[in-house]
């Protein structure tokens, strides 16, 4: 790292030697942002950033908000050129008219962006500054401009091209083990006893996604167990006493907790890819698993049925019976699920395969679903077809033999032949 | 590389057993370009991206054209909405109207290479449409539109904060050797032997950069030798016979050979910065170091000189003197030098340290500058100051020594004081 | 570790195959140890040697013992053959009576531990095993002449040429890692927060020797505090507040515990060359370094004070003189220091730098020592000196400032000019 | 490397500084090595022993065989005190009478060995000064004494649980590969051209056993040509345009040339081993593989033959049935094959797969063999019985297929059933 700011450091004494225009430190943010956009060769372009950066990361809240204030006027698009340049190209569409409406569409501060992430470690600090502007957004809605460059440049810095599958164990440094522990948001990691129970053994594996430019920090994981069936419970997938089995002897791969680890990439998503990765990973290397299922949460289970039915407490088959009423019926108000984890598999091409009562008995389990759990199946050779009834008829797809007992529990006919 | 394929083959295999669109081979290019932009999910969008690659590796020279031409016709901006939106955000900025014209002014294009830089390889794929798509652009200079959205887009993903320095040396890697030995396009490389001459002895270096996409393809290598003084010829560098110092020893370093390794990546400038990595680099490995120069071609000389004087031979002070009046007067229409090398360096805040005749007496070193080279002196202390008065005042800076010797080999006055 | 055990499993597959002898599994561990010695080629080696190991690692203590005892007696040299081949060797010193010589000299054996370290994981199969024969000698001290073979070997294979030193840090997978809190001898480690309290900030180094063959197994290691003055208390090293400091602003560096991790190379020295290693690479690493002391334990203090004086408390200018009288008086019956720390440091050419009260208020340092430390100094311009005064006139050999100081503490003149 | 001499330097400097015993440079090498003989503690162990390798570094092939003659003599055993020792030994065999045998029975030279490595680099050092006391024992063959101890010290730390098996290919350092290029002692390899061909197509392997201490110099490799079918001829496996397979495709891994690289490691045998692990590596990637065998020249054929028949020509059935016929009959003084290939490949348990003439038409081929070459086939199930039937009964075992087809070329029976 200390290699890396060499050149920084160096340009950053350069630049201010220059009497001219005084110190770096005593320039505003505004000042220095607009100084990076005018350079036009490279030469101070890395210090400049560099005291950009500098600068935002002692800054309060309030400071950063009026920082954000000045990207979405100051740097905003000049809709006068913009509508100049289209009528240039309608009338003739040469390539000089393009590049004009390519320049005119898009406003400095994307430009400024990308020339914020010159200095080492520049990648993360965008992102930071990105989870601070989603919380800045609740102050000033208008931001939500500026977000959406944010948005557009991070997803194609995070394409899925440049993305890089580790896996997290016991051999991973600390360094970043501390951060599984600090961004699980599932299941809490107790403690390093707690993480060797969910790295070290055999029988269970975790991986992540990372980029290049931030090495040491996921922006990913998934924790998955392997087993020999199903299971109906976090509890005993958690829990210390079980037995260890060979990866060689399990047939199931559980994909028990998924975690997000940068709010800043709100809205890039990566847990489908991650999930799809991880199964074609785990195939090659255990060709004799045959199931691949989540252990998921049912958030939002509690809140619906109190709303809907004022029930508050029931015993495990009303529990039961009323998960399943809740995946299958509940939706939001583009008639899609209700509930946002089965939005996201099921949007993803899994099926439900199995529903639980008594499944997660930690408070917060207790308080959002009643202990219920719900597995989700990931079956590479029905996700597409899946993924597309989903879309296209909204329907949700139920594994045959959940299909089958649905009688038991649940009365209604409400699912496609 | 075998385990990165698994899920591209595996949902390639999965995609087309389902029956309704039949085999992916079996459609064109551009359906599937459609159907990849199409895909809501990321469900079966590796597998159509990897398709189109695929289909793409095989096509010959009129099929590339032409889906440039479908790229460039078919998924163009439209810009009747594109106007409708601008009227609308000028009438009321709002956050959904600007999205508006986020939308309406990129063409689908961009979005397409997005998703195509999914599998692995990805990136040097589109890397190579590239060129094919620059070499197209002289059948079909419309082209010029499409080609600005790779340019773009190139320019984002090789972002210099993306860009990896490394050292190449006798320590790297075959593969990587003989690809520098293939893109040196400045002194050619002859075999091995001349190669290890290169980047063995202690005071040879080479470094490169790298994108962590294409970890075995260079975008662009520096060759150095580290010597006691300024050298005069290129012949003497790259001398079998010369001795050999010890790196601790020497006080010059010479740039004696800048070769940029990717067409497809012309317009994304890397050697200005590489150079002043390299400088911070080596300074702080050798602290002794006093003098940073590049020993450069002079590529346009002979030819100006003809047009200009009608002379086309000389004695060595003839060529000297020639050259340095080239050097100093000569100037394309936008009043910059007309040489590029020059305009190269001089743009990057280098200065004139000093030219010699008889420096490259290869035949095309004659052939091009009458066996002229040039000095051009990179002082990280001036490069700012340098570079400013070259953009604002078109001044070319000279290093004091060269200032004062300018009279004994050319007459006029011509440099501010 | 799966690929490297491929060729053992087959070898040992085909071997067994072989109607002739019986599985490998129903032969003695003497029977298998025999056939090892027998076998001329390499063919079945890795297969039988990897049974021994096999057949070892589920034996009791019982069986243990009978194992070394076996070695101890039936692989034992046979003096009478010896004795000929000196004889022989002693009418005429030809080549093969020298040969015969190194032949007899040395037990079968030690060509048995030989070909013993042939598969995976055998080297450390082979110094756990000296470790139960340490523990076995309590049993049967003839054993002891087994062990001198294994020592020998030992020794022979983790010279220090083949030694690997390598920073133990946060960056370091928690494999290794969690062998540090389980070897740490000195002052225990409490938890992961307290592991990170000593390895993840700018001012705690700490290092580590490996072998190559047993890559996740630290041989021995020495934590680092950086600080700007000598510390007089490993409370304060170790405390949970302290400030921290920037590394290019300490001035010493204390050597505060040093741990030894295999008990099987009880007698293999490596504390010595690791402390000049680091002391090396800390100069090297930050040249503003001045001082490198330890920060020591006086485990017999306590002890020799009762048995000597019956004292057992005093306030602290008791125990401070009390531990300097100690430190120069007490010797063992061979002259030399009777304190085992003192007689490791002093013999290694560092010097006493100073003595503290009440520097370990630990219950095992108020137990041992009456809560005294002492900073023994390695100056490596002294270092030879030091040592030689120490081995050839077993004197102890005192920083200036110290032996000034003594007068005070200390009425007695005991120490050479 | 930088970093690692820095304690060797710095130790040196210090030594010297002391003005006792004068320069290290001023001191004769025998001097020196007795004196690194009497450093108790490491301090200024490293430095002796660096100052040692330095000065041999630097002598005439007289000064070598004077030094080694020292060895030889000076550090020889003490016969009159082993005797004593044995003696004390057969009357109580205590374990301190057993330490003192050891002592007695091992030449000092051993220990200044294994003292002598310690700075880095040593290891190497060590086996290119047995390469050359192998040299110097040609003028005095008593130092095959000497060479007695370095081959002993060699065998324990070249042991092969510390051996490392790398593959060798396009991708590994240049600075290896210029060694295989230097090392390949059967079929020379022309250029990086060539090189290239052995390396680079997937269906060509290379694999080297390294040692850790010696990272970049390989002590055996083995080229593996992958085909369909067991080759005839070298030429074909070396062609420039021959057809390249995917590996998956092949059947028969055909191991080409197998070279020795350090001279100095005489008499430590790599070569069983390498295949044996080459082969079982193979089998786990390559499942398919079905066929092993070696293309092998015949050394001594054609010097056998002009002995024994006075024949120096004939046409293929007399080239490829002389073979056949020496490969059978031709028998050394101890009973073993004549052809000490052959004695390599079937002690260790290969047997003959076929005889080709016309299959070397190399200038060498032809002069040493006529042109004929042999398949050794490594059978892993039949490897240990071969083997046993070899060394036990001098059985030269044959595959059945060419057991059959001998009638046709060999008519005498001298052939065990």
Redesign the interface.
Known sequence: MA?RT??TD??QT??E??GGRGKLADRSIEDLSLALLDV?????G?ALAQAVLDRYAQMSNAEKLAFFQFLNAAL??D??A??TA??T??NS?T?SA??Q??RA??PRRQELL?RL???PG??QALVNMRADLIAAKAQD??L??TD?DFQ??L???F????L?LRQIS??????I??KIVEYEAVHAIQ??DDL?RR?YPEDRRCFAFFH??MPDEPLIFVEVALSLGVPNSIQHVLSENRDQRNAQDTKVAVFYSISNCQDGLAGV?FG??LI??VV??L??ELPQLETFVTLSPIPKLAGWLASEDGATAGDADWVQSSAVRYLLDAKDAKGRPFDPVARFHL???AQIYAVHAGADLSPNGLAQSHGAMVNYQYD??L???N?ERF?QDQEICLAPKFKNGLGSVYKKKRISA
Chains 1, 2, 3, 4 share one sequence.
């Open positions: 290699r060499t050149l160096m340009l350069l630049f030697r220059r036009e060769g490279e030469v101070s890395v905003e698009i809709p006068t913009l509508s289209v009528q190209f309608q569409p390539v393009y590049r409406i390519g569409a898009e990308r992430n010159q200095p520049a990648t809605p208008d939500a401009r959406l557009h440049l997803r194609s810095w394409n899925r091209g440049f890089v016991w051999d991973t440094p600390a360094t083990l501390e403690d390093w060797r790295l290049p430019s998503s489908s890819l799809k990765q074609a990973e195939s090659r949007g993803n091409g590479l050779g996700i597409e077809q993924h879309v």
